[in-house]
């Protein structure tokens, strides 16, 4: 198992350094070079050169490769062209700002999902079923923005219980004004990843209640609901974990375009701000950040498959 | 005495193609102490047989039957509740797939420790927190069903079965899953077990081991036993009586050697010529000309008329009913064979 | 197959003769609906099952609606995509004005409202299902094609192309299709359709490539596949005409189901102001714009997101019932 793990996070560490390799080599790539790009095609020689020589373009390519790699193992990913702030302190102030929505978003996706996914499973075809069915279809197909909108609509603007615009920082304001601004963006990212990790819920666990070690344990005469919980419960998590796990993906995109419903100011943001104003340095952070997520994201689904299923934690993959 | 008597028993599924008639009216009774066989290809309905003794049948399974008494008691009539105190109890079950019929995330030993804890009275809780406890943290090793499991273990002749029984199946060989199962099956000394082709993913020789185990269990355990198979060198082997089943009914029944030496109804001839036999050295096997017809809305009366190589009109048309075909209880279905006293057994 | 032998020895002079049997028994067989309907090709078997399915007629329906929507939205609309009318205009409402040049005061009935331009609602959402579609389409095809070559490569040859190939798509998996799409759009620089349909196109490379790998692997061992290379057919010849019809069905079920995740990642650039340029008409846009009206006008945001929604729902659901239709694995267990 220990050897299984760390072969895992070798794997991670891996595509964490493919990533930043493709990020340095594909800033430098674009056509004309980001200083060009960057300041416009009027800019003086001078002023090109000047901005080449902040951004340490001059130097060979190697040096800045080692450069690069240094920096970011010591997490300093350099300055904001535009305000001249450094990207650390930026990212210090959106990423709890987007984990927050994340972090509710999921919390509510699995509060929904779960339940109404093992509900739909164990009364397949019955009414209860439909409707669910229906409603994860309905989840499905409205992206998150639209969700947020429709929320904002409804709490902010008819019913006015709710505000939608800004955040409110954990430490400062409190848990209550915390909770106030980030509910409906969380909501918004969760409704979606809600309908996706519903539908694998349903599917993985009916198949498992149709397997021949559950009949073998009915014929044991296990009741019911052990059956549903002691039996099956744990099989038919297994591919649900890996769905749960790589749709966080879904949450993140979807709290970048929430942010912007709702104003606040976190990675997506800071994102789009950059790409707006090619602001490469807070671009390519921002790419790489999201990339680490999503692969540690990765090595926790893998982590958590060793815990569910003996298969692995045993290493004996190949039965 | 009777341990288990059927009459009639039909499973139907409501399917939307149409009425699939699994088990069509069969009648089957098996003693104390005996190991009664029942054959037939796959297909024949004879584990959806099994399965309705049990009422293991899903939705959208429906069984009915005249009778279906397990110790003189209607099973058709108990709740649910009163089904899984017997289920794994009195009644349990070995299955054909060794692979896939123990669960992937419970080790071995709390397999057959959970039967123990349900069926008998030995003082631990299975209420649900209790056994998500179990299954989380894994059971007690100084508990008195962990002991029972272990000397069950023992008992199928699984080496180390201390240490053996905090493995997890993928863990055991295909020969000892089924020794597993068959330890589930028999950690409640049940009085029936029915054993659905328990052999059949076997290797020739684990085979042996598996049937040999099966017969010492009759003698330690005193436990009637319902075989399912196809094979017929396995019934050969094994029962003291056979029934044969085809497309959901039955068609012939006799003892073991009656059958072996005299069969009567054409397709248990047909089976037989088409299984290898050690004793009588055949050059060629035939084969059954057609495959089981699909058990939905047969419309001829005989299932078996269109591959019979001795069908005429009147097999199409007229249900055949039992009648005396051997000595003393060989009976066949078949229109084509006189009763030895003249009786044809009305059934249906 | 011999049926003169009788096993047990008994004359069986006034049996049926083999044909004869089968004749019969074909008689009460061609009673049965049951039978028949085994004789049926694949083909009927998918389009009636498609055909018994609400979700997919319901999914089919809209689906076209969609298409005919985008194709004729010169005709549909009922005014110019850039006419200028009354600002936020409520929905069933009319603006005043000399819209025609002529002179004189039209009225102009306003269905959906208008938006904060003033451009009739209704109008834009009809000509944002062109946008929709044309991105949709072309994204799809361009991952199709660049992800099936890819799969197709990797699984086929395998080794060391494989291992690079699939680390490329594992490394792609790392990024959420959008951010891709974004950082994208920042390395072309600017913003504009065909930016938008390579950066969203090139984050769906990935799924094709895996989903053909997989089938390719799988087909690859086939008998059939084994005879062609055994005669000496070529690579590209056994992999266009023996491997990729047999992995059709899982691919035309992926491309309906990536058909809205395109239109839904078209709708997110667009929303962030990453996409076609601002004067197009988008349904992102028009949401976006709608959110900073949220206040005076809810509908500016509210109907091109129903129209998302529709829209995406009626491919998923087709898609859905496309999946069941197609999975030809299980069918053929069930069908013996």
Known sequence: MKKYIAKRVLNALFVVWLVATVVFFGLRAIPGGPVRTMLGAEATEEAVNRMRAELGLDQPLYVQYVEWMIDLMTFDLGQSLTSGEQISVMMASAVPRTLSIALIGVVVGLGIALPTGIISATRKGQRSDYVATVAAFLGLSMPAFFIGILLALVFGVWWGVLPIVGYAPLQEDGIVEWFRRILLPGISVGVPYAAVVMRMTRSSLLEVLDAEYMRTAKAKGVGRTTRLYKHAMQNALIPVVTVAGIQIALVLVGSVTVELVFGIQGIGRLLVDAILDRNYPVTQAVILLVASIMVFMNLSVDIIYTFLDPRIRYGDEAS | MTMLQIENLRTEFETPRGTVTAVNGVDLHIDNGEIVGLVGESGSGKSVLAQSVMRLVEDPGEITADELLFKGEPLLEKSEAEMTTIRGNEISMVFQDPMNSLNPTITVGEQIAETVRLHQDIGESISLPAEMKRKIIGASKASESWRRAIEMLESVQIPHPESRATDYPHEFSGGMRQRAMIAIALSCEPDLLIADEPTTALDVTIQAQILEELHSILEVFDTSILLITHDLAVVAETCDRVNVMYAGEMVERATTRELFSNPQHPYTQALLASTPQVETAVEELEPIPGTVPEPIDIPYACHFAPRCPEAKEECFEVDPAFRRVGSEDHEAACIRRDPVDGEVIENE | ?336
């Open chain 3, 1 to 336: 197959m011999s049926n003169d032998h009788t096993t047990a020895g008994r004359s069986d002079s006034d049996a049926l003769d083999p044909d004869e049997r089968e004749r019969i028994a074909r008689r009460y067989r061609d009673e049965s609906p049951v039978e028949s309907t085994e004789n049926r090709g694949v083909y009927r078997r998918i389009r009636d099952q498609i055909l018994s399915d609400k979700k997919a007629i319901f999914g089919a329906t809209m689906v076209l609606l969609f298409v005919f929507t985008a194709m004729f939205a010169p005709m549909i609309a009922p005014y110019e995509q850039d006419e200028t009318f009354g600002i936020n205009q409520e929905p069933n409402s009319y603006s005043e004005g000399d819209y025609t040049g002529n002179g004189e005061i039209d009225r102009v009935w306003h269905v959906l409202g208008t938006d904060s331009f003033g451009h009739d609602l209704f109008t834009r959402i009809v000509f944002g299902a062109r946008i929709s579609l044309l991105v949709a389409l072309t994204t799809v095809a361009f991952a199709f094609t660049v992800g099936t070559a890819i799969g197709l490569i990797a699984g086929y040859y395998g080794g060391l192309i494989d291992e690079l190939l699939m680390r490329y798509v594992d490394f792609q998996w790392a990024f959420p299709s959008i951010i891709l799409a974004a950082g994208l759009i920042a390395f072309l620089g600017g913003l504009g359709v065909t930016n938008v349909v390579i950066a969203i196109g090139v984050a769906f490379i990935d799924d094709f490539a895996r989903l053909v790998r997989g089938e390719v692997l799988s087909i690859r061992e086939e008998e059939y596949v084994l005879a062609a290379r055994a005669i000496g057919t070529s690579d590209r010849r056994i992999m266009t005409k023996e491997i990729l019809p047999n992995a059709v069905a899982p691919i035309i079920v992926q491309m309906t189901l990536m058909i809205p995740l395109a239109i839904i990642a078209e709708a997110a650039l667009s929303f962030l102001g990453l996409g076609v340029k601002p004067t197009t008409p988008t349904w992102g846009l028009l949401l976006a714009e709608g959110r900073q009206y949220i206040n005076q006008a809810w509908w500016i945001s509210v109907f091109p997101g129903l129209a998302i929604m529709v829209v995406v729902l009626a491919f998923n659901m087709f898609g859905d019932s496309l999946r069941d239709a197609f999975d030809v694995k299980q069918s053929e267990v069930s069908e013996k």
